[in-house]
Each structure stands twice: as C-alpha cells, then as structure tokens.
C-alpha cells in the first residue's frame, strides 16, 4: 500500500534519486602539517580532481562550520581550550603526529561541521560524504591526537536518536569508541588492523555502563586475507548492526586499509571499499561518510569514487 510505507517512512525517497551531494571546502586544505606528513593538503586535491572528471553529478556544497558550542557536547572545554590555544600559537606541534598551523582552526571547524552537514543531508534523504581533513576518529572526549583535533563524525552522531557509526580505517577509531563508550543509543563498529595504532579495539572492548554491548570491534592481523574481512564485516552488520536497528548510518571512511597504503596496509582492494559500502547501504538507513585516513594519493581517489559510486544508487 503506497501511502502506507510513505506515511511509515519505510519508503524514503519518492520520485527521482536526488543527487548526492559532497561537502567540503577549500580552506580544509590549509590544514598544514609539515612537509612530508601523510595528512596532507594534496589528499583532497587528488580526490577533488577524480571526482569532477569521473563523476561530474555530484553536488558541491559548503558546509557550515562547526561552533565552539556545539564541538562541548563531544569534547571537554579543556580539550577544546587546549587545540585553540595551540592554533593561536601555530606552527604547534600537539602531540607526535598532530600538528597546528594557521589555517587549522578554521579547516578543523569546516570538517566537523561538513560531518554535522552530511547527517542532517542523509536524514532529509540525500546520501552525502562529508570530504574533509583533519580526519576526526582518534580525537578523544580530551584529547587530539593521531592527526585528529575534534571528532568529525562523533558530531555528525548528534544529529539523530539511534546512530551506527561503521568504522572500516585501517586504524582503530579510539576516539570515537571513547566519545561513545556508555551511550547505548550510538552504536559503534570498527574493523581494523591488530596490533597497531593507537592499540586500542580489542574484541573485549564492548562499551560499558548503559553502552556495554553497543561497541563491536572486530581487529584484524596483518596480512588478514580480504575475503576473511569481508565475511567478518557482513557478518556484523547483517547481525548486530541490522538489530539495533539505527535512524541513521555513519561511515567513518578511512580507505588506509588499502593493500599499498604507506602507514595502513590490510590487503583490500579498490573495489572492496565499493562492496563494503553495498554491504553497508543494505540496512535501508539514510547513510553519510565522513572521511577519514587513506594516504596513497594515487589509490585514495581511485577508492573514494569507489565507495561513492554505490552511496549514490549506482549500480
Ligand atoms: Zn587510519
């Protein structure tokens, strides 16, 4: 019955797809570490340029920046305090692998509020990626580290009651566990390769409190065949994932896991990250992707469309 399953919100777009749309800005390139650091402004660069030649229907918007206020719902004021100042005094370095220049304070606050942007676009029914840096997922409730200054898609998470945050970066998004751990009402799952940075994620981190059971970490040895991967991560969300039963699905998108990525590596091919989003999209969830890590900069692009080309509806 067609004006039941539309009133019932089962049937979540009607007439045609709407286009989807990316959000990302310029001045998240002026995030700069020094030279040589993986995280660096020509990730975007190479993404941006594949994606206007290869997939010239996707719609560019700004995102609005994320405030001060918003960011204290999911980090300390301490924490907070402590990357400002940081940014007021850049060149800073804020731990051994995350630094401050002149431009982060702005290019931290466009990515948080690109993530917070592409849920709200995924809820009114436009699938959208937020394509951003600095990447988000290490930055815990207290502290920046691993890249990461706030926690882009722990934002993104406010936007709605029931959340599944997907995590498939190669790294264990320890931050984002963190953010989460005793809130039964976000559910996050994270594969990733073990032992590694940050050397969190084991299987027996499971939440705590009102949140234990809602964290699922499925770590993986080097050298893990893909399709092992790829069976384990159905597995979770066809099972766990599927029974939570989430109002909106988050990607924390790091394509790091990418066999050759120069600090990743765990044998995934270009089109695995195409048939982990198909796995992913099969929940029927208004669904957004954050980026995270992936720095091979001649692969990164190649698995960003990759993942794209599904979330859009593509076949
Ligand atoms: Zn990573």
Not at 101 to 123: F, I, K, N
Request: aromatic letters at 8%.
């Amino acid at each position: 019955m067609a004006y039941g399953s539309y009133l019932s919100g089962t049937t979540p777009r009607l007439g045609y797809p709407p286009d989807m749309l990316i959000l990302t800005d310029p001045r998240c390139r002026e995030h700069r570490p020094p030279p040589g650091h993986p995280e660096c402004r020509e990730r975007l660069e190479a993404v941006e340029r594949t994606l206007r030649r290869e997939a010239p229907d996707l719609e560019w918007r700004t995102p609005k920046s994320a405030t001060f206020r918003e960011l204290s719902a999911i980090h300390t004021k301490e924490h907070i305090e402590r990357v400002r100042e940081a940014c007021r005094n850049a060149p800073a370095q804020i731990d051994p692998d995350t630094f401050a220049s002149p431009g982060t304070e702005e290019a931290a606050l466009l990515a948080a509020g690109a993530a917070r942007d592409a849920a709200r676009a995924a809820l009114a029914g436009t699938p959208a990626m937020a394509l951003v840096r600095p990447p988000g997922h290490h930055a815990t409730r207290d502290r920046a580290m691993g890249f990461c200054l706030f926690n882009n898609v722990a934002l993104a998470a406010l936007q709605a009651k029931r959340v599944l945050i997907v995590d498939w970066d190669v790294h264990h998004g320890n931050g984002t566990q963190d953010i989460f751990y005793e809130n039964p009402d976000v559910l996050y799952f994270s594969t990733h390769r073990a032992p590694f940075y940050p050397g969190s994620g084991a299987r027996t981190e499971t939440g705590a409190g009102r949140g234990l059971g809602f964290t699922i970490n499925r770590p993986f040895p080097h050298n893990t065949r893909r399709g092992t991967f790829l069976e384990e991560f159905f597995e979770v969300i066809e099972g766990p994932c599927r029974r939570f039963d989430a109002d909106l699905v988050l990607i924390s998108a790091g394509f790091d896991a990418w066999k050759d990525d120069p600090i990743g590596g765990l044998n995934l091919e270009v089109e695995d990250f195409a048939e982990l989003t198909r796995v992913v999209l099969g929940l029927k969830k208004p669904t957004a992707s954050v980026l995270e890590g992936g720095y091979d900069l001649d692969a990164l692009p190649r698995c960003v469309l990759a993942h794209l080309n599904v979330l859009n509806g593509r076949p």
